[in-house]
């Protein structure tokens, strides 16, 4: 069951409409048009209540005046491209820099601020919009859907395609950040990632397309460990990033795979984590700052603990990476579920 209510309103007069996903079981996830955003996802808890598992806000003008893309579909180019250029074709792109020289997550204005096209289809919310020529940069008008589904399982999914009609770059994302606790930190969930080695980072955690191994290192998620357990370790690559802000190199080539489990012990709530992309950013939160989420909830560093499927950052600079390129003709598609269950 799909409904519909006006959010709110940005700051040049536009309504912003959110709807409401349900299942039978009583799950429910609120989604924006503005940015695709993911604004509440409640799911059963081992208790037999809900809980909330995503950070965000009451209001739209607290979308519209913070930043940390909170719930966030990202392009057209999700994390950083170095340098904030790329060459195709023989031709070189300059791009916003956005985050010191580098590029961030689609430019001063991208794809998770746009008010896109809602459409319901079925028990499917489906969000879309044309990306023109030229926009923050980037080569080709691009035509970018998004669907997301919540099942009668309690799996959210979610659904990117594209078409462009000149080659360009694309790699989207989800920029949720999740907390199965529903509030407080994140240190003490428990995570496995499904890699057995992550891209090495600058000081600007930007890739410099080296592949690291995880065995041994504070990056060692084959095993359930705690977040916190080696995020304080003295490494280099955490220093960079002030805690985990990396790319880990998904172990399984198959289609859909599992990327990630998280688990809570507090609520006994597991999030699996399934892509048919490459790679995983596992970002614990570590720049967000001081302030006041949903229902008067406070959000802080490392409150969250963001779990985002891609394509590898800065692939085009780093030539052994998947590549992120899509020629004109070709159709693009991938997809990512978040499965919640309990234990």
Known sequence: MITQS????????????????????????????????????????????????????????EYEENDAYLGAVIGRVANRIGKAEFTL????????RNNGENHLHGGIKGFDKFIWAAEVKGNSLELSRVSPDGEEGYPGNLSVKVSYHLTEDNEFRISYEADTDADTILNLTNHSYFNLTGGGTVLNHELQVFAEKFTENDSGCLPTGK??????????????????????????????????????????????????????????????????????????????????????GDIDR??????????????????NFPSPVLRAGEHFHTETVYRFETK
């Open 6 to 61: 006006i959010f709110g309103y940005t700051k040049s007069g536009e309504p912003v409409t959110a709807f409401r996903l349900a299942n039978s079981s009583g799950a429910c996830a609120v989604i924006l048009d503005y940015g695709c955003i993911l604004q509440a996802l409640s799911v059963p808890n081992a208790q037999g209540t809900f809980t909330d598992v995503v950070l965000g806000y009451d209001t739209f003008a």
């Open 302 to 319: 490392r409150y969250a603990l963001c779990l985002e499927t891609q394509i590898f950052p800065n692939a085009m600079a780093c030539l």
């Open 211 to 296: 592949l690291l191994d995880a065995e041994g290192t504070p990056f060692d998620f084959s095993r359930p460990k705690a977040l916190g357990r080696d995020i304080e370790a003295d490494n280099e690559q955490l220093s960079f990033g002030r805690g985990y802000d990396h790319n880990f190199v998904l172990s399984d080539t198959s289609r859909l795979k599992k990327a990630a489990v998280l688990h809570s012990s507090e609520t006994g709530m597991v999030m699996t984590t399934l892509t048919t992309l490459p790679g995983l950013q596992v970002y614990s939160s570590n720049f967000l700052t001081q302030r006041k989420g949903k229902n008067g």
């Open 89 to 96: 074709n023989g031709k070189t792109y300059k791009l916003a």
